[in-house]
Structures are given as C-alpha cells and as structure tokens.
C-alpha cells in the first residue's frame, strides 16, 4: 500500500514534466514571483522599451533580408541556377544582360581561379555603375549582405536605370524622368482610373494586388475582366496570386515575389521595384514587336501594291503597243482624196483622232 502511494504520487509531481509545456509550467510556477520580483528590481519601463524596439528592429531587418534574398535569387535564377562563387556564372550574367562579351572566363577551381572571375566582373561593372566595399574575395567568400548589394546594383543598373519616360506623354522632346521616378510615372499612367489603385510608390501602394491586376489589364484587357475582380472583394492574396500567375503564365514574366511578401506591414521596395521594372521590359517589348509587325504589314502591303502596279502598267503598255500597231498600218494603208469633200473627211477624222482618240493613249 504504501508503494502504491509513493508511485501515484510520483507521477502526480513529475509526470507533467513530460506533457507538453509542462516542465515549462512547472518551472513558471515555482518561480513565477521570484522572477517578477528580480524584473522589478533590475529593469525599469524604459529599459523594456528600448530592448522591444531594438528586437523589434532586428526582426523587420532580418525579415527584409530574407524576402531581399530570395526574390534576388529568383531573379538571377531567370538567367541560371548556380552560385556566384566561382565567378562563371557571373560573368554569363553580365554578358547576357548587357549584350557585351566579356572573354572566356578560367575554368579552373582553385580560389585564385576563381577571384580571377569575380575580378572580371567587377572591373566590367566599374566601367557602368559606381561600386564600393566590395571585393572579389567577399564574392568567393559567399558574404551574402554583400552579394545582395551586387545584385542589386545590376538589377538597379541594368533594369532599372536605363527606363526613360517623357514627362508630357505627347511631346517627346519634353522634360525626361528616368530610373525610379520614370518606372513611377509609368505606373501612374497606366493604372490611371482603375478602380482601388493609387501608386504612390514601391511599398505599401501595391500591398491589395489590384495594382498588378490593373498593369497587365491596361495591356492585355483580353486575359481577364478586372471588374470582376474588383468587385469579388477577395483578399490581398487572392488578388496578388492572380495577378502573379496571369504574368507568368500569360507573360512569361517571372514570379519574383510571393503575395505573402507583398501583404505585409512593410513591404520591401528594392523587391517591388524589381519585380515591377519586369512588368515595363516586358510590355516595351511586345510594344516593340508590335510596331515591327506593323512596319513590316507596312512594306508588305507597299510590295503587294508595287505588284498591282506592274500588272496594271504591263496591261497598259501591251494595249498601247497593240493599238501602235493597228494605227501603223491603217496609216499605211490610207488613200489621199482629192475631192474637196474627201479632204475635209480626212481633216475631220484627223481631229477626232487627235483630240479623241489619242490623248488616253
């Protein structure tokens, strides 16, 4: 009996330990107050304050880093699906997006092979944009706050910087806005009267996804009603994955971003900015295309009309050479008269020929 009692009251004290949070309710509640009491005594409000907005700040820091580094990655991952640190890959990019051949890069896989790479590639991005505290071996090294800020200076340099909008949309020689504010204004212009879209900016102001639903209606208004969607009253995400799988899926613009990323308190710009700038090459190119298909119905349609006119001038000329002909031999073949009745015939058969007759030819 007195077994029994010492193991129920055992598992009475200890077991909990092993439920879930209970060790954790047990150690709070054995020392609950003398917690309260050592908080008391060595952390006054204000400390409380601080030590929440510096937490506060490493979490929005952290959290920026992340969506910063994974919407980077899909972005280069458009191009390939490898690291940077060899250099190659690297090298295959700047090439690529900026149509400029950089040698062929040392295949070898020591670091000084690889430095070798990276060295290229700086030098090459020196000669556009303006690069500091950046080295080829944080490159090999893999230090991704670094990496990131490379990125970004050749998303920014590459596509970004080169948009140029006319500030008066009907006078090309007007005043230019370019890079940011030029990607604004285009923006702006676009999505112009669409219902629930105000773009002030590159956060908050595509937050709902209407903004994106309202870029790609304004030119393909073919894919989708945007009423509908309005007027669905669905969620942020809703919205934004809509708008995200129509361009991928319609546009064959990558999805860059995640709606999760987009729906937050603060959105990050760097991201927006470059999933956005995807949105204007995208639509400048079929832009583009459609002109060149235009200047080219454009010469199509001159060639067929230049044909139509050799036909018509070649049934001229045979008719002309034809009637040459007969009037050659009826010439040939005429009697004068000598009568003053036959001569005024003549005359008058003559004037009619030469008034008449004639002139058409």
Not at 83 to 89: F, M
Not at 163 to 174: F, G, L, M, P, R
Not at 210 to 231: K, M, Q
Not at 244 to 268: C, K, M, V, Y
């Amino acid at each position: 009996m007195k077994s029994t009692f010492n193991a129920a009251l055992y598992t009475a004290t200890f077991s909990s330990q092993y439920e879930p949070g209970g060790y954790a309710t047990l150690q709070t509640s054995s020392s609950s107050a003398t917690s309260m009491n050592r908080n008391t005594g060595n952390m006054t409000q204000r400390d409380g304050i601080i030590k929440f907005e510096n937490e506060r700040i490493k979490t929005l820091q952290e959290e920026r880093l992340h969506i910063q580094k994974k919407t980077f990655t899909k972005w280069m991952n458009s191009f390939f699906d490898q690291d940077l640190a060899d250099g190659i890959k690297l090298l295959k990019l700047l090439e690529i997006i900026s149509s400029e051949k950089l040698g062929k890069p040392n295949s070898g896989r020591m670091r000084v092979h690889k430095i070798e790479n990276v060295n290229k590639s700086l030098a090459f991005l020196h000669t556009k944009v303006r690069l500091e505290s950046i080295g080829a071996e944080d490159i090999v090294d893999g230090n991704p706050r670094l990496i990131l800020g490379l990125i970004w200076t050749i998303i920014l340099r590459f596509q970004i910087q080169e948009i140029e909008i006319d500030v008066d949309e009907e006078n090309e020689s007007s005043e230019k806005r370019s890079a940011k504010d030029a990607l604004l204004l285009w923006c702006q212009r676009k999505t112009h009267g669409y219902a629930g879209v105000n773009i002030t900016d590159f956060t908050s102001s595509w937050r709902s996804g209407l903004g994106f639903n309202a870029l790609i209606h304004s030119h393909r208004p073919d894919l989708f009603e945007y009423n509908t969607i309005v007027n669905s009253k669905n969620s942020n995400l809703d919205n934004l994955n809509h708008a995200f799988d129509t361009a991928a899926n319609e546009l064959g613009i990558p999805s860059l971003l995640d709606a999760e990323d987009i729906d937050s308190a603060r959105p990050d710009e760097k991201s927006i900015l470059t999933y956005v700038a995807s949105y204007y090459h995208t639509f400048a190119r079929m832009k583009n295309e459609q002109k060149s298909g235009k200047r080219i119905a454009n010469i199509v349609g001159q060639l067929m009309d230049a044909d139509r006119k050799k036909i018509h001038y070649e049934r001229l000329t045979t008719n002309l050479l034809s009637w040459i002909r007969q009037k050659t031999l009826e010439l040939e073949q005429r009697n004068l008269p000598n009568s003053l009745e036959g001569i005024q015939r003549e005359l008058m058969a003559f004037k009619e020929y030469r008034t008449i007759e004639k002139p058409p030819k």
